[in-house]
């Protein structure tokens, strides 16, 4: 695993990423180049097959680069194992996802709790963490339930705190208002705002709304076509 010395918690120059469909390239990334320091809040925007999932999940250690340097923390993943990247998922950052992605048998502590026990967190320690992370969220009368028994944005915020189990420094939020109602939206992205400001805990927000970006990150980065196209600040 390489490591270097760097100022800035995302480095990444020169990223591409292209699968091959039958005799067709698809260029999912194209020659992505941007910096993320600590404590910002970044917005990727674009419409559909912009490339801003793609190069989430690349950050997320959920898939690998076809050429280009991508260093989180000063780890440049494309060089990293399998079993490195796994760490890195594991203890550097939390992903939360449009679809929630929770366990429909466990309850709410139990999904928070279960990152924790892979990263061989004791029983005691991740049961205490999880009602605090859930507490947090403002669920801390919904530990006990299961996703089946919440509405959407409370299952939004069970993933928020799952997100937040290993206290990683990088959150990665891919959509995730996308499958809730505009109220909603706005609470959980206060939310999020929240833990940006108060912890100084640096956010990649994916999204193809314009104005939810253009209120809440400091900085939106819009995709086109697997390329970063502009650049605009709050």
Do not use: C, Q
């Given at each position: 695993m390489t490591r270097?010395?760097?100022?800035?918690?995302?480095?990444?120059?020169?990223?591409?990423?292209?699968?091959?469909?039958?005799?067709?390239?698809?260029?999912?990334?194209?020659?992505?180049?941007?910096?993320?320091?600590?404590?910002?809040?970044?917005?990727?925007?674009?419409?559909?097959?912009?490339?801003?999932?793609?190069?989430?999940?690349?950050?997320?250690?959920?898939?690998?680069?076809?050429?280009?340097t991508l260093q989180v923390f000063g780890d440049d993943l494309s060089r990293m194992s399998g079993a490195d990247l796994s760490r890195h998922r594991q203890k550097n950052v939390g992903m939360i996802f449009q679809s929630f992605n929770l366990i429909s048998t466990m309850t709410a502590?139990?999904?928070?709790?279960?990152?924790?026990?892979?990263?061989?967190?004791?029983?005691?320690?991740?049961?205490?963490?999880a009602s605090a992370l859930l507490g947090s969220?403002?669920?801390g009368e919904r530990q006990r339930h299961r996703p089946s028994q919440l509405s959407g944005g409370e299952q939004q915020r069970v993933a928020i705190a799952r997100a937040l189990a290993n206290a990683p420094h990088l959150l990665?939020?891919?959509?995730?208002?996308?499958n809730l109602d505009s109220r909603t939206s706005r609470e959980i992205m206060a939310l999020l705002k929240e833990l940006n400001e108060r912890d100084q805990r640096t956010i990649v927000l994916v999204t193809h709304d314009a104005s939810l970006a253009q209120r809440y990150a400091h900085r939106t980065l819009t995709m086109l076509d697997g390329r970063i196209v502009e650049e605009t600040r709050a």
């Open positions: 270097r010395v760097s100022t800035s918690i995302l480095e990444i120059s020169d990223l591409t990423r292209h699968y091959r469909m039958g005799a067709s390239t698809v260029r999912a990334l194209d020659g992505v180049s941007m910096t993320v320091s600590p404590g910002e809040f970044v917005g990727l925007l674009g419409t559909s097959g912009s490339g801003k999932s793609t190069l989430l999940n690349l950050i997320g250690g959920l898939d690998r680069p076809t050429s280009g502590a139990e999904n928070v709790s279960l990152s924790m026990m892979f990263a061989g967190v004791p029983r005691a320690d991740r049961d205490a963490r969220v403002g669920l990665l939020a891919d959509e995730p208002t996308g």
